[in-house]
T-cell receptor, first 111, second 114 residues
């Protein structure tokens, strides 16, 4: 079983929809939780960074962490075609900078 | 502030050859991590360097190695290339040794092994 599980999709939604992306993890040592967006043939771009249970909002993006359930989510409101990309969750323990990634969810926002 | 830069952006090699990839972190960042991304395995951690010392290593064979220079620039080397080494190699930089600092990725080097 992988340390981090993420539904690979693909996920197709109409423009303006609310998108929910999720990851589950098994290692309770993970303390830092990130969401990256990766466009085709590009490097991952950091979207959200959280280190505690609860919600963090940034514009149209909300990251949610539930450490008790080992479950993290990213919500995208008013989705746009430019949001079409692969979304990767990444987790880190307290020591060092090694990130453990989910497989990524491919999202397509259609006009 | 300039981002993470990686050179070259594309490489084509043949089996058995070796390759060296370069990464320049964001100015002031001292930690560089390397990752391999493939369609089948996703993003996997290779190793991390901080202040010229390898701090952490992923589960890759010894053919994969790296180093970091005093200016924080890093190189990774893959010897005796195999077809399965074809991947996007990404480096990420962070300002220090760990904890809550964010990691920023470069555009990657796409390696094709024929």
């Amino acid at each position: 079983q992988k340390e981090v599980e993420q539904d690979p999709g693909p996920l197709s939604v109409p423009e303006g929809a609310i998108v929910s992306l999720n990851c589950t993890y098994s290692n309770s040592a993970f303390q830092y939780f990130m969401w990256y967006r990766q466009y085709s043939r590009k490097g991952p771009e950091l979207l959200m960074y959280t280190y505690s249970s609860g919600n963090k909002e940034d514009g149209r993006f909300t990251a949610q962490v539930d450490k008790s359930s080992k479950y993290i989510s990213l919500f995208i409101r008013d989705s746009q075609p430019s949001d079409s990309a692969t979304y990767l969750c990444a987790l880190k323990t307290g020591g060092g900078n090694k990130l453990t990634f989910g497989t990524g969810t491919q999202l397509k926002v259609e006009l | 502030k300039a981002g993470v830069t990686q050179t070259p952006r594309y490489l084509i090699k043949t089996r058995g050859q070796q390759v060296t990839l370069s990464c320049s972190p964001i100015s002031g960042h001292r930690s560089v991590s390397w990752y391999q991304q493939t369609p089948g395995q996703g993003l996997q951690f290779l190793f991390e360097y901080f202040s010229e010392t390898q701090r952490n290593k992923g589960n890759f064979p010894g053919r994969f190695s790296g180093r970091q220079f005093s200016n924080s620039r890093s190189e990774m080397n893959v010897s005796t290339l195999e077809l399965g080494d074809s991947a996007l190699y990404l480096c990420a930089s962070t300002s220090w040794a760990g904890g809550s600092d964010e990691q920023f990725f470069g555009p990657g080097t796409r390696l094709t092994v024929l």
